[in-house]
């Protein structure tokens, strides 16, 4: 997918890229919105679908099998009177962490959820996921060890705990 780049920037444009190409947003796999669902699942099992988190997962995979570090982000706002979740990533470039949303098309661009309505956003760190971690039922549903399912706030460890604290660019 990033064939041709030379800077980290590169690669991960291009990555960037060919997820928007090649994810579709699926809504309908079951128990999606409860879980974070493993790289494998979303492309071997579900022929690259999933929803925003497992687009995050998939960028962040190919980013690190080329050498870039990346992280999840789980996102928390406000639409009118509605709370949204929502998850992306960012990749490191040189000493510098940069934003990546192939769903919402934004490159570099952590104030885009704002740019469309988003109030109150504020973010949390979504590292080390174990699927052992927690089997502790994701809102109500099961969460067996070892089915490549993650409940978001049991089997990573999250910092801040939610709902996350404000950041700089996705903040103001």
Not at 11 to 30: E, L
Request: net charge positive.
């Amino acid at each position: 997918m990033a064939s041709g780049a030379t800077s980290t920037a590169d690669k991960a444009k291009k990555i960037w890229a060919g997820v928007r190409r090649k994810m579709n947003y699926d809504a309908t796999i079951k128990h999606i919105s409860e879980f974070t669902h493993s790289d494998n699942l979303t492309i071997s099992n579900y022929g690259w679908k999933g929803i925003c988190d497992e687009w995050a997962v998939v960028q962040i995979t190919l980013l690190r099998a080329l050498g870039i570090p990346a992280t999840l982000k789980f996102l928390i706002w406000n639409d009118g009177s509605d709370t949204v979740g929502h998850g992306c990533l960012e990749w490191k470039d040189g000493n510098r962490w940069r934003h990546m949303d192939a769903l919402w098309n934004a490159f570099d661009n952590k104030s885009v959820y704002r740019a469309n309505g988003a109030k109150n956003v504020t973010v949390m760190d979504a590292t080390y996921p174990k699927d052992s971690r927690s089997t502790a039922p994701a809102w109500g549903v099961p969460d067996p060890t070892g089915d490549q399912k993650f409940y978001p706030y049991g089997d990573f460890i999250i910092s801040p705990s939610y709902p996350g604290n404000s950041r700089s660019g996705y903040s103001n």
